[in-house]
């Protein structure tokens, strides 16, 4: 079957083959190092592989590990990598497991003085560091550079420093990517960005070389329950910006589009939600519904969600807000039990991810567990569609090889 064809079935809930998603987006990949093990578990060309997102140090899934992997789903991202520069002119650099990989010309790294890394916004090194990774880590942490708030002075245009009218290089760029991807046959998802309301790996801006506002973690949170004219504002300017920039986008190329990624805002911890709902249905779901409702009414494109965590609390208003896709389904946090999701929701939303633990299982199990709880997911998830496989968010670091092909064969095993 045609991935794209097996992906819609799947995301309009009818049964039959499950579409299968690693590396389209920048929350369903892998860590650079296990792509590597990857590609030399199936016996493919030695080569480099290349960190296309260095943040998370993610590593590129090249078309011979797609189809080794039988993966359905293509992704397209803007140019800039989250630190300002762009995944082009890769050059060699090894991580301090001592495996050589390529990153992109801007990764220009200065030295913390503790054995660690300071990356830099737009790969200047004169520029403040927005990112650290430090000595023996996997990925980068952002730097928080806030300046001195003054209550009388807040200026909610120093929050949206980062959005505005999308370039005609940019436009001219997605364009290309998704005409290119959409050729291979497999589903399309595109992170155009501009749409993340709130999301905290954004606040910081590690992209912009002094970014203004409120650009610290704990303040942002703080800000949500304090200062919520302030966020009314941001996110009221910031949606309005995203429609102008979706429009654009869906007149360049939107037929050959299948599922828009909207926003990356975590609600979840381990154990409960950031907010209340009553916050979630006065700060969020406006804002969520305004973009949602106006590509349900211009185009045929799924909306994509991801929150970590214990959502469960909140997943009707998800659905209220006009999501029709939910990741990555961490059923390991509290109430988000497989069965209960599916049953109570499974008709409303399309789960994306939730396949196999990657706290627990599928780093420190072995592939009989592996595939224990591979098989049980696809059994849970799948029924009458509704359903793209993936982990609970990106495969990380010194993850057993084994267990990774574990998992793979299971899905495979399924489909058949």
């Known amino acids: 079957m045609n991935s794209r064809k097996k992906l819609l ?6 049964s039959g083959a499950v579409p299968m998603d690693f590396g389209a987006t920048a929350v369903t990949g892998m860590h650079v190092e296990t792509v590597a093990a990857l590609r030399d578990y199936y016996g493919l060309e030695k080569r480099l592989v290349k960190v296309h997102e260095p943040y998370q140090m993610l590593g590129l899934i090249e078309e011979d590990l797609k189809q080794a992997l039988g993966v359905d789903v293509e992704g397209v991202t803007g140019r800039n990598t989250m630190f300002g520069f762009p995944a082009e002119d890769y050059k060699p650099w090894k991580l301090f497991s001592g495996l050589e990989v390529l990153v992109p010309g801007g990764f220009n790294l200065t030295d913390d003085g503790a054995g660690g890394y300071f990356i830099h916004p737009e790969g200047d090194i004169t520029n403040p560091p927005s990112g650290h990774l430090p ?10 550079r806030q300046e001195p708030i003054d209550e009388d002075a807040l200026n909610p245009e120093d929050n949206l420093q980062e959005f505005g009218p999308i370039s005609d290089a940019d436009l001219a760029y997605f364009k290309q990517k998704i005409v ?9 998802i595109a992170s155009f960005g501009g749409t993340g309301l709130g999301d905290i790996a954004l606040v910081p801006a590690p992209q912009l070389p002094h970014p203004r506002g409120i650009r610290d973690v704990e303040e942002w949170y703080v800000s949500t329950a304090i200062r919520q004219d302030y966020v009314h504002e941001v996110f009221d300017r910031q949606s309005k910006l995203a429609l102008q920039n979706l429009d654009k986008l869906n007149r360049a190329a939107g037929d050959l589009v299948d599922v828009a990624f909207i926003c990356g805002t975590d609600f979840g911890t381990q154990i409960g939600t950031f907010c209340s709902p009553e916050t979630f249905d006065t700060l969020y779901l406006p804002y969520y519904k305004r973009i949602n409702d106006w590509i349900h009414q211009n185009t045929a494109w799924k909306t994509f969600k991801h929150s970590c965590g214990a959502i469960e609390g909140l997943m009707t208003r998800l659905i209220a807000a006009g999501f029709d896709i939910i990741n990555p ?25 939730g396949g196999i633990d990657t706290q627990r299982i ?5 592939p009989d567990e592996v595939r224990k709880q591979v098989r049980e997911r696809l059994e849970i998830f799948s029924k009458n569609g509704g359903y793209v496989f993936n982990a609970i968010h990106n495969v990380q670091p010194r993850t057993p090889v084994e267990n990774v092909a574990a998992m793979i064969e299971t899905v495979r095993d399924f489909n058949k």
């Open 9 to 14: 079935d799947s995301l309009n809930h009818r």
């Open 135 to 144: 000595k023996g880590g996997y990925y980068f942490d952002s730097v928080i």
């Open 180 to 188: 290119q991807n959409s050729s291979t046959g497999r589903g399309v």
């Open 329 to 353: 389904v961490q059923c390991s946090a509290s109430g988000m039990d497989a069965q209960l999701l599916k049953d109570k929701y499974g008709e409303q939303i399309t789960f994306w991810g």
């Open 362 to 366: 599928l780093p420190f199990g072995t």
